[in-house]
């Protein structure tokens, strides 16, 4: 069983990816964050985790919802996060986590894909060529990882911890955390088509768009991830100023 998380479908297509190959079953987090389940695996049933690196650790939303999942079962873990660059102590919080529910984690591997942060100065998406050679990469990468999948293999961890990974993870991300994930700063411009593709693609269904002005207005539950950003057709949503310019990324099946 595959839970994933995904904003712009990097992480979409490595559960997809992992579905195929291993034939788990896959769901998408924001659809069962309400569900009171207890899931039951069957024998020789691994249970998977995807996500993107956000902060160079675990998304909030993700890292509760493993907190408290109830699940049986639960002899093989593993966890596959993408990233735009690398992942800082992603591992070592994925591990903490996972000792908190009494499970070994067998494998742990970051997938380097194209990059979707844009709100602070500095950060953009990758250019054309960049994008083509990393997304060529992943496909390489996630043979080796369904390979070690298939094949039930334990210790194998590869996940990109970068430079500077202590000061990223221990002291970037939890200022990040606290001020940089919020809905604020979004807005339309006047190019906005009223269109409704931002209201549709939310996955927390956090945008409705005015009964006024017909523009997205976003509350309360956002996470960060940026599919509005990226899928607005007329590249009208921004955040802030920090956004001006910058570019849109989603990921195409190949
Ligand atoms: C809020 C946010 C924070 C991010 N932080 C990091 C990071 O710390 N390190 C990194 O390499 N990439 C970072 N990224 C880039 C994404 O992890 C990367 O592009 C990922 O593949 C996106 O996956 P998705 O398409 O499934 O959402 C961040 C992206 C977002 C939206």
Known sequence: MIFYFT???????????????????????PDVLEADVTYELADGERLGFVFPVYAWGVPELVAKFIANLSVKGAEYVYFVCTCGDDTGKTKEQMLDIARSRNWN???GYAVQMPNTYVCL??????????????????KVRMDEVILHLKNYDRGCFDTLPGAMAWFKSAVAR???????????PFHSQDNCIHCGRCEKECPMGNIKLSAVSSRPEWGERCVGCLRCYHLCPTNSIQYGTFTKGKG???????
């Open 7 to 29: 904003g712009s479908g990097n992480s979409e297509y490595v559960a997809n990816a992992l579905s195929v190959a291993l034939g788990d079953r896959c769901v998408f987090i």
């Open 105 to 107: 984690v067998a494998l």
């Open 121 to 138: 100065p500095g950060f953009d998406v990758d250019a054309p060529e960049v994008e083509k050679q990393k997304l060529s990469n992943a």
């Open 174 to 184: 939890p200022f990040f955390n606290k001020y940089l994930i919020t809905a604020k």
């Open 248 to 254: 849109q990324y989603c990921y195409k099946k190949q």
